[in-house]
């Protein structure tokens, strides 16, 4: 699970909240008016469940969010409460979870060091879930 803060121009903020709502990966959305300063605009919070990761965030970008506003993203490490309340947590074929390709070219950016492994995801990556029938 994710959690993404963003700074949203007014002119942005209803469409972003409409889109938002109708995720069901997406829980616990706060919306300030107004709130926040450098870069002005409303203050929207919410917890991302990884398997709607790519496309929420993709979304904060063809919104020009990026570039007009500000998206924070932080690794949300514990949670305390009933997992069943949160945000669909679909895995994928054998467990693992969907990468989350933001926060994978934020670290390469960052010049992190990876095992040659993990890069053999980023050339074969698999299915985006079950085969279908």
Do not use: C
Not at 33 to 54: C, T, Y
Not at 114 to 133: I, K, Q
């Amino acid at each position: 699970m994710l959690h993404v803060r963003v700074v949203s121009p007014a002119a942005v903020t209803n469409r972003l909240v409409d889109w938002l709502t109708a995720d069901t990966g997406v829980v616990n959305l706060v919306v300030l008016s107004a709130a926040a300063e450098r870069p002005h605009g409303d203050a929207v919070q919410f917890d991302l469940a990884s398997s709607s990761a790519n496309r929420v965030l993709q979304h904060l970008r063809d919104l020009g969010l990026d570039r007009d506003g500000s998206v924070m993203v932080e690794t949300i490490t514990a949670v305390i409460a009933d997992p069943a309340r949160h945000a669909d947590q679909r895995t994928y074929s054998h467990g693992e979870h969907v990468p989350v390709w933001e926060l994978v070219q934020a670290r390469i950016r960052e010049d992190a060091n990876y095992a040659p492994s993990f890069f053999g995801l980023l050339v074969f990556p698999g299915s985006s879930g079950p085969a279908a029938s």
